[in-house]
């Protein structure tokens, strides 16, 4: 299994600019795909941003142009480039990996522990 380690949230003003980052970590054949996905009070969790290893990337609509998810495979790392913050990307944000366990396994998604993000306006 993977174990996810995230660092790097915090409180930022509106604006502003944070990196967070996720280490990888465990018994696990690969990773395949690895993001952040953040949740609001009252909210549900969604999509924020993700890169597989075809280097495509998905991203919310609400952060294009203002986020970027970055990978090193090699190292099972990724970090989310923040710029341009705004009060409403408040949320708990949550590293997330898509991996097998095994190489004739299904992929299954992993999740962090969650950092909390806060922009103040």
């Known amino acids: 299994q993977v174990q996810l380690v995230e660092s790097g949230g915090g409180l930022v003003q509106a604006g502003g600019s944070l990196r967070l980052s996720c280490a990888a970590s465990?018994?696990?054949?690969?990773?395949?795909?690895m993001g952040w996905y953040r949740q609001a009070p009252g909210k549900t969790r969604e999509l924020v941003a993700t890169?597989?290893?075809?280097?495509?990337?998905n991203y919310a609509d609400s952060v294009k142009g203002r986020f970027t998810v970055l990978r090193d495979v090699s190292r099972d790392t990724v970090t989310l480039e923040m710029t341009n913050l705004k009060p409403e990307d408040t949320a708990l944000y949550y590293c997330?990996?898509?991996?097998?366990?095994?190489?004739?396994?299904?992929?299954?998604?992993?999740w962090g522990q969650g950092t909390q993000v806060t922009v103040s306006s």
């Open positions: 997330f990996a898509q991996a097998q366990a095994r190489s004739w396994g299904a992929p299954a998604a992993y």
């Open positions: 465990g018994s696990f054949f690969r990773i395949t795909a």
């Open positions: 890169r597989d290893n075809a280097d495509s990337t």
